[in-house]
């Protein structure tokens, strides 16, 4: 990567780390200006990540006016969700039969670092995610799906999720305030996925992302027609997307197909702390 390329993709990285902190909420006009005096580069590698940005749907331009930080709405979350349900279980499925051995354990040490992250989430006593830890959790996230993709090894597969997975690292992230009963779950089926894949068993592996996206696409509607119930009950008020998410598994469960946060024997080997340490326990902090 040439020095060019190196300062386009601190800015874009630069810039998505102050979406994902809510430092550019959404609304924003976005200043070429003073990113780049905060970086303390030329405006032209700025103007770069902008225009990648603007291409991923995560900002937009409005003609004489500048560029705004998008502010999603729900079709718009569904149509993503659309995309991933369908295209993610492809590649996942593919996976499970061009994945190396090397990146069979690559994939469980992310998943393994989703779950430091959440017993660090845990042992803190917060309330919700937030910081470093979220960052960590998030980043992993994020390269346990690619992962996956880059296995199904279909270029087209590849850059049309890869850019849905973007718009939802910035928009899924603020649009809820996740507490460890969720963030429990989360690593729950990114553990799940990575045990079939380690068993080359694509039919589980399938599924298993199935669930989870499923999971995920109920999560963050529910933040978002929260946030929107309270905009309304608030006249005049301008809020982001910073809706808390209750994370009743009653509620996010399929129809006939009942889950808990418990791992179920067949899956009691999975590495790591037991169920009854982080999945059971997953909203109390451990005593």
Not at 149 to 168: G, I, S, Y
Not at 178 to 204: G, N, P, S, T
Not at 229 to 257: F, N, W, Y
Request: with cysteine; hydrophobic share 40%; net charge positive.
């Amino acid at each position: 990567m040439d020095a060019k390329a190196s300062l386009s993709q601190l800015a874009y990285e630069f810039i998505h780390r102050k979406l994902l902190d809510d430092a550019l909420p959404a609304g924003t006009r976005i200043s070429e200006n003073q990113l780049a005096r905060e970086l303390g580069i030329s405006r032209t590698p700025v103007r770069e990540a902008i225009r990648r940005l603007r291409s991923e749907g995560v900002l937009y331009q409005v003609p004489r006016s500048g560029t705004f930080v998008a502010r999603p709405d729900r079709k718009r979350i569904l149509d993503a969700y659309e995309v991933r349900i369908n295209l993610e279980c492809l590649a996942v499925a593919k996976a499970v039969r061009n994945m190396t051995a090397s990146e069979v354990t690559q994939l469980g040490q992310l998943s393994e670092t989703m779950r430091k992250a959440a017993r660090g989430f845990r042992d803190s006593g917060a309330k919700v995610i937030s910081g470093d830890m979220l960052h960590q959790f998030a980043s992993a996230d994020m390269q346990f799906h690619l992962l996956l993709l880059r296995a199904a090894d279909n270029r087209l597969l590849f850059k049309t999720v890869a850019e849905v997975l973007m718009q939802k690292r910035t928009i899924t992230f603020r649009a809820r305030e996740d507490d460890l009963h969720l963030v429990a779950r989360v690593w729950l089926f990114h553990a799940r996925i990575a045990r079939a894949v380690r068993r080359r068993d694509a039919q589980q592996a399938r599924y298993w992302m199935r669930q989870h996206l499923r999971d995920s696409r109920r999560n963050v509607l529910l933040a978002f027609d929260r946030q929107q119930a309270q905009r309304a009950a608030v006249p005049g008020a301008v809020q982001d997307l910073t809706g808390v998410v209750e994370s009743l598994v009653s509620q996010l469960s399929q129809p006939g197909e009942p889950m808990t946060t418990r791992i179920d024997p067949a899956h009691a080997d999975l590495p790591g702390e037991s169920q009854s340490e982080i999945s059971s326990n997953a909203i109390k902090k451990r005593q």
